[in-house]
């Protein structure tokens, strides 16, 4: 999140930004809620990413396959598999 001016943040600053809009937003000074929501957007863009396997989600965030499954019905993560490949032909008669 480059600034005005040009100068690149670093990631620890981009984080606190980041908290400080969802302070401004939500109106509240949660951490908790903040990190949570934080864990929930990592947790779908990596599924996205991984074609919503959870198993190589998992490992690919060094966790174990229990705890991740864990997080994502805690989070009420729903996730349904994408198409890898073009489409199926219907077959030619």
């Known amino acids: 999140m480059p600034r005005k001016d040009g100068v690149r943040l670093s990631f620890e600053q981009q984080a606190f930004q980041a908290y400080l809009e969802y302070m401004r937003l ?3 000074t949660r951490l908790k809620g903040f990190l949570e929501s934080l864990e929930k957007v990592v947790l779908c ?3 996205a ?3 919503g396997n959870q198993r ?3 490992r690919h965030l060094g966790m174990k396959y229990t705890t991740f499954n864990g997080r994502v019905k805690k989070y009420g993560i729903c996730f349904r598999k994408r198409p890898v ?9």
């Open 45 to 47: 863009r990596l599924l």
């Open 85 to 93: 490949g073009p489409p199926a032909r219907p077959p030619i008669f």
């Open 56 to 58: 190589r989600t998992a």
């Open 26 to 28: 939500m109106n509240t």
């Open 49 to 51: 990413r991984f074609n």
